[in-house]
């Protein structure tokens, strides 16, 4: 069974960087995507940014030329964010298959 255990969330200044990881246990296989998705207070899930282990990369248009999703290895996906903005402010959740992680809180707040 696979399991995932994110990190690096917290609280960051508007126009900010910051980095969230995510590693894999379990059996896991590099043929699948690994991503990351938020939730904001209020509102649905939403994809951020998916990453093959072939280094194929996707992105929401939200976040595009500001957060970078790099897949380290088959079992670890990380996300730097820069440039950060309020509305950036969620619970961010890695997602392997369909299994999520615990998520981390992001609060962008002066």
């Known amino acids: 069974q696979v399991q995932l255990v994110e990190s690096g969330g917290g609280l960051v200044q508007p126009g900010g960087s910051m980095r969230l990881s995510c590693i894999a246990s379990?059996?896991?296989?590099?043929?699948?995507?690994m991503g990351w998705y938020r939730q904001a207070p209020g509102k649905q899930r939403e994809l951020v940014a998916t990453?093959?282990?072939?280094?194929?990369r996707s992105y929401a248009d939200s976040v595009k030329g500001r957060f970078i999703i790099s897949r380290d290895n088959a079992s670890a996906v990380s996300l730097q964010m820069n440039s950060l903005k309020p509305e950036d402010t969620a619970v961010y959740y890695c997602?392997?298959?369909?299994?999520w992680g615990q998520g981390t809180l992001v609060t962008i707040s002066s």
């Open positions: 379990g059996r896991v296989f590099g043929t699948y995507n």
């Open positions: 990453a093959t282990a072939g280094g194929i």
């Open positions: 997602k392997y298959r369909e299994v």
